[in-house]
């Protein structure tokens, strides 16, 4: 499985902008759909954006029109741009891979406390903190 790596985090206030990167490392890159993933304190890890390696892309409702995810195929790197954040936004910010981006679009669903924990990948998390 690739090896994933996450940086970007931060302490920010509502309403302003922060960029997550994830650097994707291992030769199978391409075989892998990527997402992101996020835990607050004291709550259960939920997803927040899938990209497909089709380019399919979704999102969590709570996210909609305020992130963006991409990625950059020469670099090897996904990318979370996190526009208006808010307080509720705070969490530890996971990068995720799977070889099927049917798994890990249904980890964002009701189905995601049984299929999280089976992913084919994680990163160690990067925090974010916005304060009001």
């Known amino acids: 499985h690739p090896h994933l790596e996450e940086s970007g985090g931060g302490s920010v206030q509502t309403g302003e902008a922060l960029t997550l990167s994830c650097v994707v490392s291992g030769p199978t890159y391409f075989d892998y759909s990527l997402g992101w993933f996020r835990q607050a304190p004291g709550k259960e890890r939920e997803g927040v954006a899938v990209l497909d390696f089709d380019g399919k892309i979704t999102y969590a409702d709570s996210v909609k029109g305020r992130f963006t995810v991409s990625q950059d195929n020469t670099k090897k790197t996904l990318y979370l741009q996190m526009n208006n954040v808010k307080p509720e936004d705070t969490a530890v910010y996971y990068c995720?891979?799977?070889?099927?981006?049917?798994?890990?679009?249904?980890?964002?669903?009701?189905?995601?406390?049984?299929?999280?924990?089976?992913?084919?990948?994680w990163g160690q998390g990067t925090l974010v903190n916005v304060s009001s």
């Open positions: 995720a891979a799977d070889r099927s981006g049917t798994r890990l679009r249904a980890a964002m669903t009701s189905a995601a406390e049984t299929l999280i924990p089976t992913l084919d990948a």
